[in-house]
């Protein structure tokens, strides 16, 4: 791959960004053209939402005095702790076999911290929705 | 690419971790995280005994192992090197050693005011609502199970997490080390100010004030980081001072770096202009908490900077000087001037923090052997001081909790003169008046930033000790020579926790006052590897 002609041209080696970029932003304009042409359109409730779930921003949920309930941030902030792990554990696996017995008990580590958080969550009652 | 077809792997190289050397710092992250734990799976009302127990232990035994590490025949070293590298990414040097064991010995002193159940019910931290207003109101109907168990024992693995994050700031050798270190210590914190809001709405807004700007001057930190790697090509702090001296590169991305790091290292030490969060964070955190975060934050922040000014920006420092004596100026105007006009105890120990800050810049912005020890000398007296100071601060009270307007301290003397007595000592050594390590202090900073041809800033230091002495001097001349309020506070005899701690810190400030010379020795023992 590094020694192909393109790439011995300075920013030939960007041309796959580029076209990566192009590739994106014409898939992101088809996307949004096109469904709404070609998909059936059966409103509910839900549908009407951002994302189809979740919290409802707007206009404020009378409950609680306008306020969000913390439970969607717990679920959310153990998401990202999971999310987290799951980046750094691409990597690994894939450099298992070159980083070693160090790389594994480093890895061991951070599982274990980030578990630590998750136990705590578990037991005092996060996980708990009602 | 060769690991992806599956081919033969080429090793990395494994880092050289020098386990002996960061000892310390490897018992205060697994106590914080264990702590964790114990929240976890213990039940309530074993949590606060073993939560003490635990973190007391392990600060001490940081303490010990890292005496162990001292008294051995130790080299300044750094540790945490790839197999290549010319240096690792934490420096146990002398310095980085000194500042370790002053933020242990603080860090424990501060647990101690922390633990402390006895000058309130429940402690600072009150983990449920019906506490609010102590034994005013409602506490009839709580069990005594409840009382005693009523503290938000979260505080301790906080705690230590904090702690563990400032010894790694201190000892930070790359930027990015440096960065990390710097969440490690401030996330805890922003949390830590907060606990008290089931007892003081403005708990919270300390809080959410100090995150929001804590956020803003870690997100400068970060841009000043992103200038300097564009610069130097490496986020080492040696590879930057490499860079900076052999080149015909633009200065532009070095001191915008500079510049914005420095907002982000000066924004910790609550120096001025960068202090605006200082009095509402210092009023509204729990007291306890505000003790740990005055005395320890600013040894960890100053770490950094001194760390930071001497390694990388040593070979420009003609160029910056100037920039940083302004904010010295500013620091110590602020401090000494808006001290005067505080009507609160907490917000006028704040003010003084940020005058103290800007001495404490002075002394940095020697780069020489005198300098440093100077400041790290600074900074070890002035833990103490404050520390103690808000430990007495906890224990002036009245009916609605902690009495900080200066009127309720009127004739504190007649009341009780041991506390006192004990504040007055305090509030002189802040001050700078001869056999406290306040003035020992400044005339090792002043001495050195005479040395090194600072002679105009030391003579506006002079004039802001002078302003600053006559807030301090006011209290002692309420304490003693004013009637007391009728209905005024009543001083709450402290448990052996509290005890401890003020008395640790006020012996610490005397001594350190009358025989200054082992400390400054052990802070002019060595000088900053890289």
Known sequence: MPDTATAASGLGTYLPLVLLLLLSFGFAVFSVTIAPLVGPKRYNRQKLQPYECGIEPS???VAGGGRIPVKFYLTGMLFILFDIEMVFLYPYAVAADAVGMFGFIAVTIFIVAITIPYVYEWARGGLEWD | MDLAQGGPATALGVPSIDVAAVLPLLIVFTAGAVGVLLEAVLPRNQRWPAQVALSLTSVVGAGVALAVYVTGDFESTTTFRAEEASSGALAVDTPALFL?????????????????RSVEPGGAFVSKAALRGGAAGGTDTLTKEQTFTGMQTEVFPLTLFALGGMMTFCAANDLLTMFIALEVLSLPLYLMCGLARRRRLISQEAAVKYFLLGAFASAFFLYGLGLLYGYAGSVKLADIAVAAQGTDRSDTLLFAG?????????????????????????QGAPTPVTAFMAACTKVAAFG???????????????????????????????????????????????Y????????????AMALTEDGLSATLFYLLAYGFTTLAAFGVVSLVRDSSGEATDLSAWAGLAKRSPLVAATFTVLLLALAGIPLTSGFVGKFAVFEAALSDGMAPLVVIALVAS?????????????????????????????????????????????VLGIVPTFALDWASAGGFVF
Request: aromatic share 10%.
């Open chain 1, 59 to 61: 206009p404020q949920p």
């Open chain 2, 100 to 116: 370790w064991g002053t933020l242990l010995v603080l860090g424990l002193l501060a647990l101690l005011l922390i633990a402390d």
């Open chain 2, 258 to 282: 500079l510049g914005l790091l420095a907002i982000g290292l000066l924004f910790k030490g609550s120096v001025g202009p960068f202090h605006t969060w200082t009095p509402d964070v210092y």
């Open chain 2, 304 to 350: 950094g900077l001194l760390r930071v000014l001497t390694v990388s920006f040593e070979s420009t420092s003609w160029e910056w000087r100037s920039v940083l004596s302004v904010v010295a100026v500013v620091s110590m105007a602020i401090g000494a001037i808006l001290g005067l006009t505080q009507r609160d105890v907490k917000r006028m120990i704040a």
């Open chain 2, 352 to 363: 003084s923090s940020i005058a103290h800050a800007g001495f404490l810049v002075v002394g």
């Open chain 2, 466 to 510: 002078a302003i600053a002495a006559f807030y301090y001097l006011r209290v002692v001349v309420l304490m003693y020579f004013s009637e007391p309020a009728p209905d005024g506070p009543a001083v709450t005899v402290p448990g052996v926790f509290t005890t401890t701690a003020i008395a640790v810190g006020t012996i610490a400030t005397l």
